[in-house]
């Protein structure tokens, strides 16, 4: 299930759009400055997609240590009060 944020940035209709832009720029006879003006939007939508996935990495990270108990204690250390 997709949360409100990656639904408002659209990752997998931004990687649509990459995947048709490549698919055209490698057909035979392509427009010079159609083609030039597709790989500048390519660019651009990489660039958007790499920001995105390093943030999600960010937040797997955070994530991963929300539930990491530290080192120095153990269940017995810090019991639980119920």
Do not use: C
């Not at 997709?2 to 931004?14: L, V, Y």
């Not at 939508?45 to 929300?66: D, F, H, P, T």
Request: no cysteine; hydrophobic share 40%; charged share 30%.
């Amino acid at each position: 299930m997709a949360n409100n944020k990656t639904a408002a940035f659209g990752f997998g209709k931004k990687l649509e759009q990459l995947e048709a832009i490549t698919a055209s720029l490698e057909q035979d006879g392509v427009d010079l400055d159609k083609g030039l003006a597709q790989f500048d939007e390519g660019m651009k939508l990489v660039s958007e997609l790499r920001a995105y996935l390093n943030e999600a990495a960010g937040r797997v990270e955070e994530i991963k240590q929300k539930y990491d108990l530290p080192q120095a204690q153990t269940p017995s250390d810090n019991p639980l009060p119920f």
